[in-house]
């Protein structure tokens, strides 16, 4: 039972770490949407190809009078990513730590 605990903690370690890089992607890229980033660029052809397929899908779903001009996805994404941080990587860990008691 030991090694299916194991998988699980390592499972939610990978997810937990995944989810934090996408996470500063999309500020990053949200940051950089503040000023005229150059569309040539490899850093920012780099963060569009990455993060777009992630917030495009929101932006598909919010209305258009929830939008005001402003791309909100990003923060609907955090959310999203907290969410998942918070309550899957620890359902992940807890079931892993009672699976080895």
């Known amino acids: 039972m030991f090694i299916l605990s194991n998988l699980l903690s390592a499972v939610a370690s990978i997810?937990?770490?995944?989810?934090?890089?996408?996470?500063?992607?999309?500020?990053?890229?949200a940051i950089i949407s503040w000023v005229n980033p150059d569309p040539y660029n490899a850093i920012v052809q780099f963060l569009y190809k990455v993060t777009e397929p992630i917030l495009e899908p929101v932006r598909r779903i919010l209305p258009l009078n929830l939008r005001f001009g402003i791309d909100i996805s990003p923060i609907i994404v955090f959310f999203a990513i907290m969410f998942l941080r918070l309550f899957l990587i620890r359902t992940l860990l807890d079931i892993s730590m009672r699976m080895k008691a």
């Open 15 to 29: 997810l937990d770490m995944l989810l934090t890089v996408l996470y500063w992607l999309i500020l990053i890229r």
